[in-house]
């Protein structure tokens, strides 16, 4: 029994990382948004997208 | 070839062979010596005993690429009741080799000259489990069996001077490649026969003159002289005690003769009926011939186990063993096979540890056995444990160090569901105790822990040197001190190409001194809009302090990785902060590759798999200190 739960659970850890390792996934990113083109184009527009999006930040 | 009249008959007899000295006249069974001028007459044999033997005077074999014909036979008594073939066996050049045929096993040995004689030890002081080293083979010989046998029966041509009825002192010696030596203590000094165990193939009989034989052995039918009832011996050739299903008597065979000796009280009733048939592995069908009982004292409390003797004819005799519900089959091993150092015995290099000695007591028997059972006879017992095996050695009590046999039986352990799968049973009861050498049920999670292992390192491998790594863009900023009033400096890369199914690495290198850089920026599609927003830190603090202390804190080096994005082209938009950003300017080099291998991933593969067999390893631990908490030997006891 402990066996088979074995080979299953590891295999599928086996499985996940090879997965992993052959399509470039990455965990904890935050989530993709989308970004208006005027944020993109415009150091003002780009700041305040993160304003909006991040929130205000801290220096060290 | 001399031809003669026999003095016991006047018949015609035929010395046939250069080495023979006495002949069997086949037809008053007298003895008949090769004398210079007349044969001498040394006596008459009884009628041969009837054995299951394949073999056959006049049998032609070849062994170690010799031709040899079977010319000859005695058949001698063990003390134990036991009946053994001695076959002579003829040699081109008159050379002459002594085949010996006890419980299915064969021993070919050959005369041989003692260096030393002296050294040999006289039979009253030769004990059991010594070695003898006087005897040219390649290892030290153990002393298996000492006893006296006696000479019963004749046939043939016999290469010595036979004598019918005279006691014969003997001590059989085993060695640890399957030598197999007999020192014959008839003449002084004792001559010694050498050679080794041989298996029925290795002696080139012909196939068809044998498997005719083998036919042959069948159960004999006799009848309880108590009560009547019909008694089948299952076989025949080597039961010396029988026990009756019906009253319950415990027999003596004496040449096919049943003598009464005593009522047993039969209370128990075995798990697996007489006469079963088992089939095990690598193993001929094996019947159920016998069952006994036994048991130990131990703070005066008897525990009990149950033995099943099992034969087939070509092979010989095995044991099935229940204790606690465990199972255990288990095989003769000759003695010089296994080497005893201190608490450990030694059998084909594996290492056996003591876990208990004792001595047991047979209680109940029932069915047929090979030697002259008794209820109370007691042997001394000592285990040796490497899981799935057990290692039994076993010496009767009257017979300890002085004479009588060393036995020792290789055990394999066995679960309740194999033993019903041989026999065809049925809810066989589960054990519920640890047995000696039970194996540890989940030891193959470690194999699998290798294997799966092994596997994650070499999809490691083969994605750290041939995966598709490349730097994709690598670019300096230099950035002026920013003006009052603003938060921060924004930045846009160049346009880069990104292809699919690759993660993404962001690294920002930086010269800091006591200062910090903070980024944070979005991979942005040029397609899409799309944006994988990320963040990095870079410090770098050093100091000395009290002018012995030097010490540095943070880097100035810092990656990110994002997730493979869908293959275009990309921009990265970067927010910055740095430290006095109103009056200093900064300088950092951003690179971006692709495909990028991560050790961080593996590590966490290798730990994940690891999880299962820790626990495993763990309750294998407290496995391990239930399987010793029974032996007096006990690693784990702390008092010791």
């Known amino acids: 029994m402990v066996r088979k739960f074995y080979l299953i659970t590891g295999g599928a850890i086996l499985l996940l990382y090879s997965w992993v390792g052959f399509t470039g996934k990455e965990f904890g990113n935050p989530e993709r948004q989308k970004i208006p083109a005027d944020a993109r184009l415009s150091p003002g527009g780009y700041r305040s997208f993160h304003t909006w999006h991040s929130g205000s930040r801290e220096g060290k | ?640």
């Open chain 2, 1 to 640: 070839m001399i031809q003669a009249s026999c003095p016991g008959c006047g018949s015609s007899i035929t010395f046939k062979f250069g080495p023979s000295v006495v002949l069997v006249c086949e037809f008053c069974r007298s003895v008949v010596a090769r004398g210079d001028r007349n044969p001498e007459d040394l006596g008459k044999v009884a009628y041969l005993v009837k054995t299951d033997s394949l073999l056959s005077i006049g049998l032609h074999g070849r062994y170690q690429d010799q031709p040899f014909e079977l010319t000859g036979r005695v058949q001698f008594r063990h003390e134990a009741g036991g009946v053994w073939n001695e076959w002579y066996a003829t040699f081109p050049n008159d050379r002459w080799g002594c085949l010996a045929e006890a419980q299915g096993r064969f021993y070919f040995t050959f005369q041989c000259r003692v260096a030393d004689p002296e050294a040999l030890e006289s039979f009253a002081t030769l004990t059991l489990g010594a070695l003898i080293f006087t005897l040219s083979t390649s290892a030290p010989l153990t002393v298996a069996e000492k006893g006296i046998a006696h000479t019963i029966s004749a046939e043939g041509e016999i290469p010595y001077r036979f004598v019918p009825g005279v006691e014969h002192h003997y001590a059989n010696l085993s060695g640890p490649h399957d030598e197999f030596a007999t020192l014959d203590y008839s003449e002084d000094p004792p001559l010694a026969f050498v050679g080794r165990e041989a298996n029925f193939a290795e002696l080139g009989f012909p196939h068809a003159e044998t498997s005719s034989t083998i036919s042959q052995v069948e159960a004999q039918q006799l009848s309880c002289p108590t009560c009547g009832s019909a008694l089948s011996l299952r076989a025949p050739d080597y039961t010396e005690r029988v026990t009756c299903p019906s009253c319950g008597s415990l027999l003596d065979i004496n040449q096919g003769k049943l003598k009464f000796l005593r009522v047993l009280d039969q209370k128990v009733t075995p798990m697996i009926p007489l006469g079963s048939v088992g089939r095990f592995d690598r193993h001929p069908p094996l019947t159920v011939i016998g069952f006994l009982q036994r048991s130990v004292e131990f703070d005066s409390i008897r525990y009990f186990w149950e033995e099943y003797l099992l034969h087939a004819p070509l092979m010989g005799f095995r044991w099935l063993v229940r204790k606690n519900d465990h199972w255990t089959f288990a095989r003769p091993l000759p003695p010089g096979k296994v080497t005893t150092v201190s608490q450990e015995a030694l059998y084909e290099k594996k290492k056996f540890k003591l876990y208990q000695g004792d001595t047991a007591q047979i209680e109940h028997i029932l069915g047929e056995f090979y030697w002259r059972i008794e209820i109370g006879e007691m042997v001394v017992t000592t285990d040796y444990i490497a899981p799935p095996l057990m290692l039994s050695h076993e010496v009767a009590t009257s017979a300890q160090k002085t004479e009588g046999k060393s036995n020792w039986s290789l055990g394999e352990y066995l679960t309740p569901p194999k033993v019903e799968k041989a026999f065809n049973l049925r809810n066989l009861p589960r054990p519920w105790r640890f047995a000696p050498h039970q194996p540890y049920p989940h030891a193959k999670v470690y194999e699998y822990w290798l294997q799966l292992s092994l596997i994650a390192l070499c999809v490691g491998f083969f994605l750290f040197f041939f995966g598709a790594q490349r730097q994709v863009v690598q670019q300096t900023y230099q950035l002026e001190p920013i003006k009052a009033g603003e938060e921060s400096v924004v930045r846009f890369s160049e346009p880069f190409t990104l292809q699919a199914r690759q993660n993404v690495e962001i690294t920002v290198t930086a010269s800091l001194d006591n200062t910090w850089l903070d980024i944070v920026g979005d991979l942005i599609s040029q397609q899409t809009d799309e944006a994988q927003g990320f963040s990095l830190t870079l410090g770098d603090y050093r100091s000395v302090e009290r002018s012995e202390f030097f010490w540095t804190e943070g880097r100035r080096s810092s990656s990110v990785y994002l997730s493979a994005p869908e293959a275009g082209i990309y921009i990265l938009g970067l927010d910055i902060n740095w430290h006095n950003q109103h009056s200093q300017s900064t300088l950092f080099t951003l690179t971006v590759r692709q495909g990028v291998p991560r050790l961080w991933h593996l590590v966490l593969t290798i730990l994940a798999l690891s999880v299962v067999p820790l626990f495993v390893a763990l309750r294998h631990y407290y496995f391990e200190r239930q399987r010793w908490s029974n032996s007096i030997y006990n690693p784990y006891d702390s008092k010791d």
